[in-house]
């Protein structure tokens, strides 16, 4: 099976800018989630979608973070204005519903974040 | 005080090295226990899962989990220059959300 697909792979963009990261999940998973990864640390879940409703947003810094996915499928994460400390890998991962849970989940490659 | 503690590393073995990884953790909640393995530019994929306290091998990892002293641990044995990446542990309770440890970097030395 394809796995789940980001774009771009790399951005780098000035501080006060904005920025939108795309995830493609893998077909038939209908929880998706994105993690923020700051360089020498582990991922941090941002978001978590199931199916178009958002189930988990408590780390998502609303102020300057959104997302959404729309029909279920591909989702958007979108940064404006962007800040230093933003500099980070974001990761997409999705799971079927109910198997994140014990399974894990599949993540893409990431886009690698760097504000200047 | 992070809910998930890990050795960041890196950790330098020689080539068929038993390698011993481990992540303590506070939140006495967590339930299911699981391994990621991160190379360079990819994201994290999952090795292995296990569910409350015990032992689970497959193939050449090994992954254990003492829930009484808060400790878990993956066992690498016959290490291989390939598994020179970083392991991640991560671990959650009932909900979906991962609670990640800060991955330790390990390199295996032909």
């Known amino acids: 099976e394809a796995g789940v697909a980001q774009s771009p792979r790399y951005k780098i963009i000035e501080k006060r800018q904005s920025v939108a990261f795309w995830c493609n999940p893998i077909?038939?998973?209908?929880?998706l989630y994105w993690y923020q990864q700051i360089l020498g640390q582990g991922p941090k879940l941002l978001i978590q979608?199931?199916?178009?409703?958002?189930?988990?947003d408590s780390q998502l810094p609303k102020d300057r973070f959104s997302a959404e996915r729309l029909k279920g499928v591909d989702s958007t994460l979108k940064i404006q204005p962007a800040k230093l400390e933003d500099s980070a890998v974001y990761l997409c991962?999705?799971?079927?519903?109910?198997?994140?849970?014990?399974?894990?989940?599949?993540f893409g490659s990431g886009t690698r974040l760097t504000v200047v | 005080q992070k809910e998930v503690e890990q050795d960041p590393g890196p950790l330098s073995v020689p080539e068929g090295a038993i390698v011993s990884l481990n992540c303590t953790y506070s939140?006495?909640?967590?339930?299911?226990f699981m391994w990621y393995r991160q190379y360079s530019r990819k994201g994290p994929e999952l090795l292995m899962y296990?569910?409350?306290?015990g032992n689970k091998e497959d193939g050449r990892f090994t992954a254990q989990v003492d829930k009484s002293s808060k400790y878990i641990s993956l066992f690498i044995r016959d290490s291989q220059p390939s598994d020179s990446a970083t392991y991640l542990c991560?671990?959650?309770?009932?909900?979906?959300?991962?609670?990640f440890g800060g991955g330790t970097r390990l390199m295996v030395k032909p």
């Open positions: 991962a999705s799971s079927l519903v109910g198997r994140g849970l014990v399974s894990g989940y599949t």
């Open positions: 939140n006495s909640a967590f339930q299911y």
């Open positions: 077909s038939g998973h209908a929880t």
């Open positions: 979608f199931q199916n178009n409703g958002v189930v988990d």
């Open positions: 296990t569910y409350s306290s």
């Open positions: 991560a671990m959650n309770n009932a909900g979906n959300m991962l609670t």
